[in-house]
């Protein structure tokens, strides 16, 4: 059974910097995609970064240079770290994996059939 715990999420002023942690079980991390997407109140789900698992990495154009996506294998777990953050980048993040065999990592939320629970992300100006 896939499980994925974010966590790390928190209120912090525009500026700042948090980390966001995917502890992942049950998953198989091979020729396939993960990835973080967030959702704001009355707004749709989009993807912020992704990364395939042979090491290429996309992100949103919003958060481009300010946001790294990253994984440790030891821990199976996968992170995403957010610099400058601004009052615009609060929302709930979730973490998310797809299963499928690609490529590349696809963008369109639907794709992806694992899902964490989010963690919310609040920053104030």
């Known amino acids: 059974q896939v499980q994925l715990v974010e966590s790390g999420g928190g209120s912090v002023q525009a500026g700042g910097s948090l980390r966001l942690s995917c502890a992942a079980s049950?998953?198989?991390?091979?020729?396939?995609?993960m990835g973080w997407f967030r959702q704001a109140p009355g707004k749709e789900r989009e993807g912020v970064a992704f990364?395939?698992?042979?090491?290429?990495?996309n992100y949103a154009d919003s958060v481009k240079g300010r946001f790294t996506i990253s994984k440790d294998s030891a821990k199976n777990t996968l992170y995403l770290q957010m610099n400058s953050l601004k009052p615009e980048d609060t929302a709930m993040y979730y973490c998310?994996?797809?299963?499928?065999?690609?490529?590349?990592?696809?963008?369109?939320?639907?794709?992806?059939?694992?899902w964490g629970q989010g963690t919310q992300v609040t920053v104030s100006s």
């Open positions: 998310a994996a797809d299963s499928t065999i690609r490529g590349y990592c696809a963008t369109d939320p639907y794709r992806y059939n694992y």
């Open positions: 049950g998953y198989t991390y091979s020729n396939n995609c």
């Open positions: 990364r395939h698992s042979y090491g290429s990495k």
